[in-house]
Structure formats: structure tokens, C-alpha cells
């Protein structure tokens, strides 16, 4: 199953609202999970099952979705928002990435 | 608390062979299925290979099927990757990371610092 994300990179303020996208090949009902992933850290997890917040994440993350189109919505951007995006799907081995969002300041 | 500590990384010739472990602590491991994922150097995120709590089923991802082999030790609490006939393109961060429950069919919730592989001669 491929995942595709978009866009690759994308420039935000302080405040805004942004969307990201990620589509399945086929479909992988809602087993869906979105990371953060900043360098030299561990990913962490935000959204599993496609739209239920991971515990202990604020509820400016949110997401949407099943089937073959899933989307991560980020709220009111604060600098520590600004990272790198990933989708993955588990519905089964392999369990494959998006490409990744890099999110930085505009 | 939850905590995934690998080791095992290292600097290594292409064609050698190399072991990953990652010791686990604050949970039951038996009951979690298993991922291991790597990061390259200005890539993005690459799913390895993922074992089920009781080895069951085990996947690879196609760039290391055949030559990467993932096993557990629910006595031991820790999960491994036997790495073989090496390239230049496995060097990457290698994560663990534990799937949220015992199954295929579960995200990885918690993960490991990393440890570096690089294969160079």
C-alpha cells in the first residue's frame, strides 16, 4: 500500500490553521496514525485510528478520514509545532509511511 | 513507565553483518507486537519489519526482505534485527517501537531514541 502526502513542505505563521493530506493506494479502513517528528527525536504519535487523539496531545490536532483519504488539521501554530509530518497506515505488513510534511515558519 | 532503549549500532563494512537490540521496561512486553523503523540521513521515515506478540507474523519491508531478520524474547522483555549483507543504503537511525496492542493491526505508540548504523568501507 503507498501513502501520499501534500504537500511535501509548507510555510506557516504563528497562529494559522493548517491542513495536510495523506492518501492510500487502496482503501485501509480508519488504521491510520499521524506523527511528529522533530530531529533528534523520537516520533511521536498524535492521531491514531485516523481521528482519535493520542493521549496527553492537545486537542489543537485533529484528524479526519478512512478509506483512502485522511487529513491532519493543526490549529492556532505555536513554534513548537513547526516539525515534520508523517502518515502511516497499519492495516497490515508493510506498514508504510507518507513521505513526510516538513513544516516550518514562514 | 514506558521505556525502549536500543543498542547494537555501530560502524560496518558493506556485506558484514550487524544485531540490533532494544531492551524494554514498564510494560508487558508479551502482550505488544513489535516495529522496527529507520530514518536516513535526509530521508523520511521507512517502516522495517514488524513481529506480533507471539512471532506469529512477522513483515518485512521489501528493501530488507530476505537479508533483515526480526525476533523477540518475551522472557527477556526485548526485541531484535539480525542484519545481513549490509549496503551503504541501509545506513539510517534505527527506532524501535512498540505497537499499541498484541496484534498486526496496531500503531506504534511508544518509541526508542534510535541507534546509528552506518555501512561505509
Known amino acids: 500500500i503507498q501513502m501520499t502526502q501534500s504537500p511535501s513542505s509548507l510555510s506557516a505563521s504563528i497562529g494559522d490553521r493548517v491542513t495536510i493530506t495523506c492518501r492510500a493506494s487502496?482503501?485501509?479502513?480508519?488504521?491510520l496514525v499521524w506523527f511528529q517528528h522533530k530531529p533528534g527525536k523520537a516520533p511521536k504519535s498524535l492521531i491514531y485510528?485516523?481521528?482519535s487523539l493520542q493521549s496527553g496531545v492537545p486537542s489543537k490536532f485533529s484528524g479526519s478520514g478512512s478509506g483512502t483519504y485522511f487529513t491532519l488539521t493543526i490549529s492556532s501554530l505555536q513554534p513548537e509545532d513547526f516539525a515534520t509530518y508523517y502518515c502511516?497506515?497499519?492495516?497490515?505488513?508493510?506498514?508504510?509511511f507518507g513521505q513526510g510534511t516538513k513544516l516550518d515558519i514562514k | 513507565e514506558v521505556q525502549l532503549v536500543e543498542s547494537g549500532g555501530g560502524l560496518v563494512q558493506p556485506g558484514r553483518s550487524l544485531r540490533l537490540s532494544c531492551a524494554t521496561s514498564?510494560?508487558?512486553?508479551?502482550?505488544?507486537?513489535m516495529n522496527w523503523v529507520r530514518q536516513a540521513p535526509g530521508k523520511g521515515l521507512e517502516w522495517v519489519s514488524g513481529?506480533?506478540?507471539?512471532?506469529?507474523?512477522?513483515g518485512y519491508a521489501d528493501s530488507v526482505k530476505g537479508r533483515f531478520t526480526i525476533s523477540r524474547d518475551n522472557a527477556k522483555s526485548s526485541l531484535y534485527l539480525q542484519m545481513n549483507s549490509l549496503r551503504a543504503e541501509d545506513t539510517a537511525f534505527y527506532f524501535c517501537?512498540?505497537?499499541?496492542?498484541?496484534?498486526?493491526?496496531?500503531?506504534?505508540?511508544?518509541w526508542g531514541q534510535g541507534t546509528l548504523v552506518t555501512v561505509t568501507s
Open positions: 485510528a485516523a481521528s
Open positions: 487502496q482503501g485501509i479502513s480508519n488504521y
Open positions: 517501537a512498540r505497537g499499541n496492542d498484541y496484534s498486526v493491526v496496531s500503531h506504534s505508540d511508544y
Open positions: 513481529i506480533s506478540w507471539n512471532s506469529g507474523r512477522i
Open positions: 502511516q497506515q497499519y492495516s497490515d505488513y508493510p506498514h508504510t
Open positions: 514498564g510494560f508487558t512486553f508479551e502482550n505488544f507486537a
